[in-house]
Nanobody, 119 residues
Framework: QVVPVESGGGLVQTGGSLRLSCVVSGSYSSINAMGWYRQAPGKQRELVATITSGGSTNYADSVKGRFTISRDNAKNTVYLQMNSLKAEDTADYLC?????????????WGQGTQVTVSS
């Protein structure tokens, strides 16, 4: 079983920064895409940013220019650098991993890390 574990969330003031990390452990042949999603109370889960194994990135319009996703394949880790945080960024941030095992592709989600931005 592949388990992504997030860390780095917390309470920050408007305009501040946080860096989230997600370490992936378990049994797999390779990791394909990794990404961050978020879910605020009463709202649907939404994509924040994704990164492929080759380093191609994709961002939600609401975070472009403020957030940066990166990954360290040697450490099986994906990061999300969040700058210029706004109150509307407050949410539970979840790590998503798409991986290959025994010739099949699977998806796995972390438990989430809470980010709270105070105004």
């Amino acid at each position: 079983q592949v388990v992504p574990v997030e860390s780095g969330g917390g309470l920050v003031q408007t305009g501040g920064s946080l860096r989230l990390s997600c370490v992936v452990s378990g049994s797999y042949s390779s990791i394909n895409a990794m990404g961050w999603y978020r879910q605020a109370p009463g709202k649907q889960r939404e994509l924040v940013a994704t990164i492929t194994s080759g380093g191609s990135t994709n961002y939600a319009d609401s975070v472009k220019g403020r957030f940066t996703i990166s990954r360290d394949n040697a450490k099986n880790t994906v990061y999300l650098q969040m700058n210029s945080l706004k109150a509307e960024d407050t949410a539970d941030y979840l790590c998503h991993v798409n991986y290959r095992r025994s010739g099949f592709m699977f998806n796995s989600w972390g438990q989430g890390t809470q980010v709270t931005v105070s105004s």
